[in-house]
């Protein structure tokens, strides 16, 4: 690996750390002064504000990310793939706001929560102007980083300030929504002061051009959420908000651990975009070097997170939470299964074009995934939610190396 990828890398890994590392330190305040239920209500109105986060993403991070780092030494494309991607995500949140406002008219017993739910919208928004896409194909990520980095302090500042009881779940959620617009604003200024790319007049043909290119990828998130993000909302109907929260706080530790897979796959996206399309072996070795020097590793540090699962929740969470620590134990095996399915899929068919399998792969497990949880979670509650996620990721991967294993170049270069 080159010192412009091991720089991206380590930029990315501060991204990450900030925004599940960080936030880590909160939660047990929230917890305490909130308290569980109303805890549990504040991650369920995050989880409905994350389905509209899919919605403007919309695959945006993949798709837009490949097209310019193999288009780079044009300006004018890029930038035009800039405005027209920005112009798509604003389109989609548009749409967004408007479907969670009429979906809250048509259920009487959630407009208690319109308000909460409006204002936890602003992290889309914020993850509407985020152009962490554009950063990844220059591969640039230090600023981003630092954007992070800066909106969560003060987010976490926030919090500690004006967090005191129940009674503040409102301003709980507002700061919450608030950092993403933080960080969003000072990527957008950035990248104008640096000049990664102009807005440029588009028509509303370039739009619907972005999203047809896209369409594959926000098909296969979309299923992808069914089995992830919908969980909370499973536990929410089948076991009780209680249960959420207890859930939450488990899970929060795995997504830190998972987070460990982001920065790495989004510093080699950009770069095996470009040697797929020239140097197909080198971009297979790359992958084989990450699988040894990285997926190895993280089941390593996946055991070691279960063996000392105890001591982690009583750091985090403080004592008496054995419900907790034991839901670890078994969720802590779910990143080094995403981190292989990662690479299987994000690293080897994307580039290799091969995104209509990608999104077959997602339906078929969110079609299965989906009833799987909601059936788990009514008879066994977060126990039952916990192993069937573990089996659902096992499903994406075993679907992924049939597509692959079609192609037996890249299967002997692997091997």
């Given at each position: 690996m080159d010192r412009l990828l091991i720089k991206n890398i380590f930029s990315l890994f501060s991204i990450q750390a900030v925004n599940y590392i960080l936030p880590l330190l909160i939660i047990p305040y929230l917890v305490r002064v909130l308290g569980v239920e109303v805890f549990g209500v504040y991650i369920l109105i995050l989880t409905v504000s994350q389905y509209f986060i899919i919605l403007t993403e919309y695959g945006f991070n993949l798709s837009a990310t490949r097209k310019i780092a193999v288009n780079l030494d044009s300006f004018n494309y890029v930038s035009k793939t800039f405005s027209s991607v920005l112009a798509a995500k604003t389109f989609l949140a548009l749409i967004g706001i408007v479907l969670l406002n009429?979906?809250?008219?048509?259920?009487?017993?959630?407009?208690?929560?319109?308000?909460?739910?409006?204002?936890?919208?602003?992290?889309?928004?914020?993850?509407?102007?985020?152009?962490?896409?554009?950063?990844?194909?220059?591969e640039k990520m230090v600023w981003i980083a630092v954007c992070n980095f800066v909106s969560r302090i003060a987010g976490i500042i926030l919090v500690f300030l004006f967090v005191k009881s129940s009674e503040d779940l409102y301003l709980a959620i507002l700061i919450q929504g608030l950092i993403p617009v933080i960080a969003a604003v000072i990527a957008m200024c950035h990248s104008q002061i640096k000049g990664l790319a102009d807005?440029?007049?588009?028509?509303?043909?370039?739009?619907?051009?972005?999203?047809?290119?896209?369409?594959?990828?926000?098909?296969?998130?979309?299923?992808?959420?069914?089995?992830?993000?919908?969980?909370?909302?499973?536990?929410?109907?089948?076991?009780?908000?209680?249960?959420?929260?207890?859930?939450?706080?488990?899970?929060?530790?795995?997504?830190?651990?998972?987070?460990?897979?982001?920065?790495?796959?989004?510093?080699?996206?950009?770069?095996?975009?470009?040697?797929?399309?020239?140097?197909?072996?080198?971009?297979?070795?790359?992958?084989?070097?990450?699988?040894?020097?990285?997926?190895?590793?993280?089941f390593i540090l996946s055991l070691g997170v279960m063996i000392f699962s105890d001591k982690i929740i009583t750091i985090f969470y403080g004592q008496n939470m054995h419900d907790v620590s034991?839901?670890?134990?078994?969720?802590?095996?779910?990143?080094?299964?995403?981190?292989?399915?990662?690479?299987?899929?994000?690293?080897?068919?994307?580039?290799?074009?091969?995104?209509?399998?990608?999104?077959?792969?997602?339906?078929?497990?969110?079609?299965?995934?989906?009833?799987?949880?909601?059936?788990?979670?009514?008879?066994?509650?977060?126990?039952?939610?916990?192993?069937?996620?573990?089996?659902?990721?096992?499903?994406?991967v075993t679907l992924f190396?049939?597509?692959?294993?079609?192609?037996k170049k890249t299967i002997k270069t692997l091997s």
């Open positions: 009429l979906a809250l008219l048509c259920i009487p017993k959630y407009q208690d929560y319109t308000g909460y739910l409006n204002v936890a919208y602003l992290s889309v928004w914020g993850s509407v102007f985020f152009p962490i896409w554009l950063y990844q194909a220059y807005f440029k007049k588009i028509d509303k043909f370039d739009v619907l051009h972005e999203l047809k290119d896209s369409w594959d990828i926000f098909i296969s998130t979309s299923f992808v959420s069914l089995y992830t993000t919908s969980i909370p909302i499973i536990l929410g109907m089948t076991s009780g908000v209680a249960s959420v929260g207890i859930f939450s706080a488990a899970d929060k530790i795995r997504l830190a651990l998972q987070s460990l897979i982001n920065p790495v796959s989004q510093a080699l996206y950009p770069r095996l975009s470009k040697l797929m399309q020239s140097e197909e072996n080198a971009a297979l070795a790359l992958i084989k070097k990450t699988f040894q020097y990285f997926v190895i590793p993280l034991n839901l670890l134990k078994i969720l802590v095996w779910i990143p080094p299964i995403v981190a292989i399915a990662n690479l299987l899929g994000i690293q080897i068919m994307l580039p290799k074009g091969m995104s209509r399998q990608f999104s077959i792969t997602y339906i078929i497990s969110g079609i299965v995934g989906f009833p799987v949880l909601f059936i788990s979670s009514a008879a066994f509650s977060i126990w039952g939610v916990s192993v069937a996620s573990i089996l659902i990721e096992v499903m994406v190396f049939y597509f692959i294993s079609k192609s």
